[in-house]
């Protein structure tokens, strides 16, 4: 569950244009995407699946800063608790930062998960673009080195691509995405479906986002990310987990759903502070 957080987080971040081969990087300056940093509750909505879920508590803070000039930064923290009923209780706690060039060109990744307070993975990393494609040199948790196509994404590139597309009216896109999870070799296809906007003076914000007028005045689209297990063969495919949650034409997101099948888990933004942007020379 904690991965699948941090996948939608950090491309939601996170996110893309669909069906275009040999995707060219968005340029620095298209798509300004803020600079701030929200703490998200976390709580059960429903378990309709088998698997026995009672009850999950955490809480995410994501930390996300930079620029188009210099580059974005992600610090990533879920710390959270799975109550699968008779005293099971299970812990996790994961630290991830991420660093990303402004046009998308080079990503750089460090990320620990803890269960029950003991490390059970980690990666470290770097991703470089060309005009091939992206080359991954992993330094944790083995030394190796391996190429992803050219139309894959990183996690700001392809928030700022589903911006673009929802400004521009589309409704679905499609891309790989990579951000380094889990051993770092994990690369996710991913379907997004933009939903109509939802303009300023129609359902207000009333969570954190409601302190901020600048906010509350802005238009905002409701977005659903299913990820899918590339390795899976051919065929009809189910997603490895869904994110649901109305995104702001600056990047920032609000009111999180994330389905996993078995449970869906609820994200609601209970602290924001917007940061001051750096102008780029």
Known sequence: MTRAVSHALAAIGTLALPFMPAMQPAQAGTIALAPH?????????????KRQVEAVR?????????????GYVLQFRQVSELDSGEGKV???DLRASTWEEGEAKSFRFNSTNYLNQKPVESADGHADRNLEGVTVQLGKPDNKTFKLSADTVFPAEHMRRIIEAAQAGKTILEFP????SENGQKVFDTLTVIGRPIPPDQKKPTDAAAAYPALANMTRWPVTISYFDRSTPGGEQTPVYAIGFEMFENGISRALSLDYGDFVVGGEMSQLELKEAKACQ
């Open 58 to 70: 955490g809480r995410i803070l994501y930390d996300f800063s930079g620029s188009p000039c210099e």
């Open 90 to 92: 299970a812990l996790s």
């Open 177 to 180: 995405v990579y951000d380094g």
């Open 37 to 49: 940093r929200a703490v998200y509750d976390l709580k059960l909505l429903r378990a309709p699946g």
